[in-house]
């Protein structure tokens, strides 16, 4: 004998019924299984409810990273650069750079050792160099001076 189709069935106690919950208290009524008082047996409450508190997803920043508010953001200029604006050389600080148009009132910047001087002296003002630009710059003959971030005048050479 074989088995056909509709000789299928599941095993012994595999099917269950649904639980027919809240519908009066011949079946799970009353309560219907969430047990007494509280939000979750009055409502459904979502998996990422905190009770009011500031939820995670808006506690964490929207981007990524941190940006410090004290940041100090500055212009560069390689020497190559300043090479093409002054082919003579000579005296160079942040007020020649805002005539020439490299850059505005109010920005800070730094000299950056790109390029070659190839002979040409530079006495630089600036508000930060970088070693290579310094060492470049004393080997042409010229100085670099450091200028206050506020002020606008000397601080070291």
Same mark, same amino acid.
């Given at each position: 004998?074989?088995?056909?189709?509709?000789?299928?069935?599941?095993?012994?106690?595999?099917?269950?019924?649904?639980?027919?919950?809240?519908?009066?208290?011949?079946?799970?009524?009353?309560?219907?299984?969430?047990?007494?008082?509280?939000?979750?047996?009055?409502?459904?409450?979502?998996?990422?409810?905190?009770?009011?508190?500031?939820?995670?997803?808006?506690?964490?920043?929207?981007?990524?990273?941190?940006?410090?508010?004290?940041?100090?953001?500055?212009? =560069?200029?390689?020497?190559?650069?300043?090479?093409?604006?002054?082919?003579?050389?000579?005296?160079?600080?942040?007020?020649?750079?805002?005539?020439?148009? =490299?850059?505005?009132?109010?920005?800070?910047?730094?000299?950056?050792?790109?390029?070659?001087?190839?002979?040409?002296?530079?006495?630089?003002?600036?508000?930060?160099?970088?070693?290579?630009?310094?060492?470049?710059?004393?080997?042409?003959?010229?100085?670099?001076?450091?200028?206050?971030?506020?002020?606008?005048?000397?601080?070291?050479?």
């Amino acid at each position: 004998m074989s088995i056909r189709i509709h000789d299928l069935q599941p095993a012994p106690g595999a099917k269950k019924a649904k639980t027919r919950v809240g519908r009066g208290e011949g079946s799970k009524g009353k309560t219907a299984g969430r047990g007494t008082k509280g939000t979750k047996a009055r409502k459904t409450v979502p998996a990422a409810f905190e009770g009011g508190q500031m939820p995670l997803q808006l506690r964490v920043p929207k981007l990524k990273g941190f940006k410090p508010h004290n940041k100090l953001v500055y212009q =560069v200029v390689n020497l190559d650069r300043l090479v093409e604006l002054f082919p003579d050389g000579g005296q160079v600080g942040p007020e020649q750079l805002i005539e020439v148009g =490299v850059l505005n009132k109010k920005e800070l910047i730094k000299v950056l050792g790109s390029g070659e001087l190839e002979g040409v002296k530079f006495d630089l003002k600036a508000h930060a160099f970088s070693a290579s630009a310094t060492t470049k710059v004393a080997a042409a003959g010229g100085s670099t001076t450091v200028v206050d971030k506020k002020t606008g005048e000397a601080l070291a050479e």
